[in-house]
T-cell receptor, first 112, second 112 residues
Framework: IAGITQAPTSQILAAGRRMTLRCTQDMRHNAMYWYRQDLGLGLRLIHYSNTAGTTGKGEVPDGYSVSRANTDDFPLTLASAVPSQTSVYFC???????????FGPGTRLTVT | GENVEQHPSTLSVQEGDSAVIKCTYSDSASNYFPWYKQELGKGPQLIIDIRSNVGEKKDQRIAVTLNKTAKHFSLHITETQPEDSAVYFCAASMKSSYKLIFGSGTRLLVRP
């Protein structure tokens, strides 16, 4: 059992380009989350999904979109990347909302 | 909105000593308080959590205390070991939204 996988591990992206970060879990968890981690700011929630077919906005949703077509996958899309989106992105999942969240290994994104 | 403050930002202790990290939260409706440990290059991993109907919880060398009246909770690590060196994050979540709001993190260094 892999848990949560994220791809790519790291990416350098030119400003203005479109990018999709992938997240897959094999634990059949209902809830999934996307966070960004910046130095000194901890983890901030971008978007979340309490169950397949539903999504919601977190603390910092602007410039990002998500979809939840099935239980296992929760991709995060940057429609037109900007340098301020340079960060480490973590995907997480939990069996149900308000339960322990399991985190993936992260994607390090640099927007130039 | 919910805000979580975490102190100190860095903490250095001698091996065998105790370490205490403190967090305060703003929303009295918060009812779930997890603590995560993040090692370099990895995603956060849950080490202990507490819910609002409990005042203290222990797991071997780790304990968490919760004071709902004062809206603060603390992580206590006893008999620290070099492998405890990592960044620790507290978080708080409201039952109504199930969103986790993280503190800014504490970098713990355990000196051999």
């Amino acid at each position: 059992i892999a848990g949560i996988t994220q791809a790519p591990t790291s990416q350098i992206l030119a400003a203005g380009r479109r990018m999709t970060l992938r997240c897959t879990q094999d634990m059949r968890h209902n809830a999934m989350y996307w966070y960004r981690q910046d130095l000194g700011l901890g983890l901030r929630l971008i978007h979340y999904s309490n169950t397949a077919g539903t999504t919601g906005k977190g603390e910092v949703p602007d410039g990002y979109s998500v979809s939840r077509a099935n239980t296992d996958d929760f991709p995060l899309t940057l429609a037109s990347a900007v340098p301020s989106q340079t960060s480490v992105y973590f995907c997480a999942s939990s069996e149900t909302p308000n339960h322990e969240q399991y985190f993936g290994p992260g994607t390090r994104l640099t927007v130039t | 909105g919910e805000n979580v403050e975490q102190h100190p930002s860095t903490l250095s202790v001698q091996e065998g000593d105790s370490a205490v990290i403190k967090c305060t939260y703003s929303d009295s409706a918060s009812n779930y308080f997890p603590w995560y440990k993040q090692e370099l290059g990895k995603g956060p991993q849950l080490i202990i959590d507490i819910r609002s109907n409990v005042g203290e919880k222990k797991d071997q060398r780790i304990a968490v205390t919760l004071n709902k009246t004062a809206k603060h909770f603390s992580l206590h690590i006893t008999e620290t070991q070099p492998e405890d060196s990592a960044v620790y994050f507290c978080a708080a979540s409201m039952k109504s939204s199930y969103k986790l709001i993280f503190g800014s993190g504490t970098r713990l260094l355990v000196r051999p």
